[in-house]
């Protein structure tokens, strides 16, 4: 168990619709990561918060968005779904980084998305 | 643009039959290398961190070494329960983020 909890595991939903994926890091982690998976593509970075404050942004669509919380959970937008969106999400989390941090990401167990 | 590479995409071992597996890499200022194990519907799991070029880790059947320009994952006497997709992994030097190539499915038969 990594310590991350994301949720729901399963979310099915129709094109157009608007839904909120949920992650909570580890204890005392206070980045958080999202990355998208798809059979094709791999693991998509998408966007990163430290300490609730947006750090690094990938190849995120406008239609999503994030967001980290004081109590640092974090959760991700995904508005005007289309049935590409359909994937595996999955959330990060790390220590604080720095000159001399180089932590791993400990990954939640993600939230598979269908769009239909 | 970083890169990560990884190869072969899948890998069949019987039981006890060694391999490894590799990860080029191309990225600016290399602040550490990462490999995960994924099992099917399972997040990625941390397995080791690689900082500079000689550098080895072992853990149980596995080992990870790096070079300048890849690494490689040795998996020594596999058994079943190793199965899963391994992954590697780069973060430059200013990011906090990974970038991760597609990885390599293993199966070991029994």
């Known amino acids: 168990d990594s310590g991350v909890t994301q949720t729901p595991k399963h979310l099915i939903t129709a094109t157009g619709q608007r839904v909120t994926l949920r992650c909570s890091p580890r204890?005392?982690?206070?980045?958080v990561y999202w990355y998208q998976q798809s059979l094709d593509q791999g693991l998509q970075f998408l966007i990163q918060?430290?300490?609730?404050?947006?750090?690094a942004k990938g190849n995120i669509l406008e239609r999503f968005s994030a967001q980290q919380f004081p109590d640092l959970h974090s959760e991700l937008n995904l508005s005007s779904l289309e049935l590409g969106d359909s994937a595996l999400y999955f959330c990060?989390?790390?220590?604080?980084?720095?000159?001399?941090?180089?932590?791993?990401?400990?990954f939640g167990n993600g939230t598979r998305l269908t769009v239909t | 643009e970083d890169q990560v590479t990884q190869s072969p995409e899948a890998l069949r071992l019987q039981e006890g039959e060694s391999s490894s597996l590799n990860c080029s890499y191309t990225?600016?200022?290399?602040?550490?290398l990462f490999w995960y194990r994924q099992d099917p519907g399972k997040g990625p799991e941390f397995l080791f961190t690689?900082?500079?070029a000689g550098e080895e880790k072992e853990k149980e059947r596995l080992k990870a070494t790096l070079t300048k320009k890849e690494s490689f994952l040795h998996i020594t006497a596999p058994k079943p329960e190793d199965s899963a997709t391994y992954l590697c992994a780069v973060r430059r030097y200013n990011t906090d983020k990974l970038i991760f190539g597609t990885g390599t499915r293993l199966q070991v038969f029994p």
């Open positions: 918060y430290y300490n609730g404050e947006e750090r």
């Open positions: 990060a989390s790390s220590l604080p980084g720095g000159p001399l941090g180089n932590s791993p990401l400990h």
């Open positions: 204890s005392g982690d206070l980045s």
């Open positions: 990225v600016s200022g290399l602040r550490g």
């Open positions: 690689l900082y500079s």
